[in-house]
């Protein structure tokens, strides 16, 4: 597992993002970068590749290094559909990439079958930014968080997490 650097959720995940596994965040407009960010500069600095596949903006440059994140090893990939979604894979499988973040589109649950083997092998973290219709579908992350804007930060339920649990609702003090 690896902090979120949020105690609040990583008592609610049960340690924080599950290394080797899928990660799903299920909000409206891509809402949850702000939960990764403490985890994202600390890898930053290990100067190992953090890619970004098909954000729906640009990264902002100065406004991560602001926030304390090394930019040399932030990988920006724009491609989409099959291509994407082999990138995603192969950056996963590579061991280079302890976390790869990725705004799939619709995904197909045998799509998130081969990214989780995929970040099973590379031992990395691969966080899908998904839509909360995507709640009812069967996936093979292993968590699943629920997000919300809230004037506090973000509303953060848990709908699934490895181990069975879930349920619980949290509000982390971040915005985005």
Request: glycine share 12%.
């Amino acid at each position: 597992m690896l902090s979120s650097g949020f105690p609040v959720l990583d008592e609610a995940t049960g340690g924080g993002w599950p290394l080797g596994s899928l990660v799903e965040l299920l909000s409206p407009a891509s809402a949850g970068l702000s939960l990764l960010l403490p985890s994202l500069i600390r890898l930053s600095r290990r100067e190992r590749w953090l890619a970004w596949v098909n954000p729906p903006w640009i990264p902002n440059a100065p406004a991560l290094a602001a926030r304390g994140m090394a930019l040399a090893p932030l990988l920006w990939v724009k491609s989409g559909g099959a291509e994407g979604r082999w990138a995603v894979e192969q950056l996963l499988r590579s061991g280079g990439c302890p976390m790869v973040l990725y705004w799939p589109g619709r995904i197909l649950p045998a799509q998130l079958r081969r990214l989780q083997l995929a970040a099973e092998r590379g031992g990395a973290s691969a966080v899908l930014f998904r839509p909360l219709e995507a709640a009812g579908e069967s996936s093979t992350a292993a968590l699943r968080l629920r997000l919300e804007r809230v004037e506090k930060g973000l509303r953060v339920r848990v709908l699934k997490r490895r181990g069975g649990w879930h349920g619980a609702e949290v509000v982390v003090p971040c915005f985005g």
